[in-house]
T-cell receptor, first 116, second 114 residues
Framework: GAGVSQSPSNKVTEKGKDVELRCDPISGHTALYWYRQSLGQGLEFLIY??????PDKSGLPSDRFSAERTGGSVSTLTIQRTQQEDSAVYLC??????WGQGSPLHFGNGTRLTVT | QKEVEQNSGPLSVPEGAIASLNCTYSDRGSQSFFWYRQYSGKSPELIMS????GDKEDGRFTAQLNKASQYVSLLIRDSQPSDSATYLCAVSGGGSSNTGKLIFGQGTTLQVKP
């Protein structure tokens, strides 16, 4: 596709349930990122995948959060046993090269997660 | 100290004026600097990138970088109501661990009044 695609666009879940968020990056982009944005706040880094390298997971807030990237393309962010503080917009981005190469990020439209 | 700092605003300017948005960063080894614009309820979109000291102009936008002062700014000339948005400064990490991690500031909200 022309841009970064995320699904679902909205997700409402009950506290304690698991959720999966999907990201399909721009074709040919080697780097993929997940950020989280709470209402009125800036972007909080979660995880970064670059090619076949081990992902940078340093931003994941707890062990309830995990992410994988299959075949160097599609990524899934999983949140287990969701809590109300997990409510936020989860943004995925991709770039042609990695961070160190100064490549700009292209963002998807995000998944708005609401935990009730 | 936050890694990337911006005044949250709101910054209010009249239509046609110059809007000046500022950003400071803590990692002296940072190499890449970006400005993103985010309309309410939308995702960030890249508007400017700058990698070396000095000014870079693109239409009504000028990015300015001063690595010695660890300061990057964005000037918007002839501001329009459609420029009203939150502007996010993003800086690639450097330092000894240098993963090049891209760190975002909290954003400055700009309001351009007709």
């Amino acid at each position: 596709g022309a841009g970064v695609s995320q699904s679902p666009s909205n997700k409402v879940t009950e506290k304690g349930k698991d959720v999966e968020l999907r990201c399909d990056p721009i074709s040919g982009h080697t780097a993929l990122y997940w950020y989280r944005q709470s209402l009125g706040q800036g972007l909080e880094f979660l995880i970064y995948f670059q090619g076949n390298s081990a992902p940078d997971k340093s931003g994941l807030p707890s062990d309830r959060f995990s992410a994988e990237r299959t075949g160097g393309s599609v990524s899934t962010l999983t949140i287990q046993r969701t809590q109300q503080e997990d409510s936020a917009v989860y943004l995925c981005a991709s770039s042609l090269g990695g961070w160190g190469q100064g490549s700009p990020l292209h963002f998807g439209n995000g998944t708005r997660l609401t935990v009730t | 100290q936050k890694e990337v700092e911006q005044n949250s605003g709101p910054l209010s300017v009249p239509e046609g004026a110059i809007a000046s948005l500022n950003c400071t960063y803590s990692d002296r080894g940072s190499q890449s600097f970006f400005w993103y614009r985010q309309y309410s309820g939308k995702s960030p979109e890249l508007i400017m990138s700058i990698y070396s000291n000095g000014d870079k102009e693109d239409g009504r936008f000028t990015a300015q970088l001063n690595k010695a002062s660890q300061y990057v700014s964005l000037l918007i000339r002839d501001s329009q109501p459609s420029d009203s948005a939150t502007y996010l400064c993003a800086v690639s990490g450097g330092g000894s661990s240098n993963t090049g991690k891209l760190i975002f500031g909290q954003g400055t909200t700009l309001q351009v009044k007709p």
